[in-house]
């Protein structure tokens, strides 16, 4: 898989915009690659471990890294950032996000899990 094209972080909006040579573009919310970060952490150690994480509907990106000629490290403001994002993976989210993020959704309800972080004790 060739590199992409075009990489633009819109902070503002939480959207990383990537393009590829052969036309394909996609808008990939923050909050879509932090609950599909391709690390451990998430998609644990084998098949049938990933983990549903809740609470992240106000997650930003607060840093772009290139990995070598293949891949990009995306750093979240709630400081995971221990996925690599390999070309590959970030054109099979853009692919298969219709779909993704209505099993992601599915999978919140069906454990009474909600998008929105969890308050903390004396509403702070």
Aim: zero cysteines.
């Amino acid at each position: 898989m060739s590199a992409p094209t075009e990489i633009r972080l819109r902070k503002a909006e939480k959207i990383l915009e990537i393009a590829f040579a052969d036309g394909a573009r996609f808008a990939l919310p923050a909050e879509y690659l932090r609950v599909e970060s391709p690390s451990a952490e998430v998609q644990g150690h084998g098949p049938g471990q990933k983990v549903i994480v809740a609470g992240r509907r106000h997650v930003g990106i607060i840093g772009l890294e290139p990995v070598g000629h293949y891949a990009l490290r995306i750093s979240f403001d709630d400081l995971h950032d221990t996925g690599i994002f390999t070309w590959e993976y970030l054109r099979r989210l853009g692919e298969e996000q219709e779909s993704r993020w209505a099993e992601y959704l599915a999978a919140l309800a069906s454990r009474g899990l909600s998008r929105e972080p969890a308050r903390r004790a004396g509403g702070v």
